[in-house]
């Protein structure tokens, strides 16, 4: 009896979701995280806890990168990055989102995902990137 009960509580707890996990990451958040990975590039000893945030983080950048390379990020109808001919390497993609989220710590505990496209957007935009110079606050009605 005991074995089963003890088998039911380990399906449960692997079962359950971790809202944790489930919750959308701040660009408070992520831009502690990036920090992180800011102080490696720049040779900074790091903590064993900001060498995992940095991991992290340019894990996150790659995956935005290779998402981006594999078909057209589109905000409703507008294509929402053009990277240059060569790409954008993740350092500089690192850069772009950092000084984004200082620039604008009034949308950091906004979702992280969102700043990250919109400070790429900025970075490299087309001609008609949907967050070109649009007015303060006029960004979180087409990115969640």
């Known amino acids: ?3 089963r009960l003890n088998l039911l509580l380990l399906v449960f707890a692997l079962l359950a979701p971790a809202s944790h996990a489930l919750a959308a990451m701040s660009g408070e958040e992520l831009l502690k995280r990036c920090h992180a ?3 490696s ?3 900074e000893p790091l903590s ?3 060498a995992h945030d940095s ?3 340019m894990g996150y950048i790659s995956g935005l990168l290779d998402g981006f390379s594999l078909g057209d990020f589109k905000v409703g109808d507008v294509k929402a990055v053009c990277p240059p001919e060569g790409g954008i390497s993740r350092g500089d993609a690192l850069q772009a989102i950092i000084r984004w989220l200082r620039e604008h710590p009034e949308d950091q505990r906004k ?3 969102r700043g990250a496209v919109i400070a790429l957007s900025k970075t490299y935009g087309c001609s008609a990137a949907p967050f ?3 007015p ?3 960004e979180s009605s087409r990115l969640p």
């Open 1 to 3: 009896m005991r074995k």
């Open 37 to 39: 990975a800011e102080k």
């Open 136 to 138: 303060a606050g006029g």
């Open 41 to 43: 590039l720049k040779g």
């Open 55 to 57: 991991m992290w983080c």
């Open 48 to 50: 064993n806890a900001e």
């Open 132 to 134: 070109a110079d649009k």
């Open 111 to 113: 979702n992280g995902r």
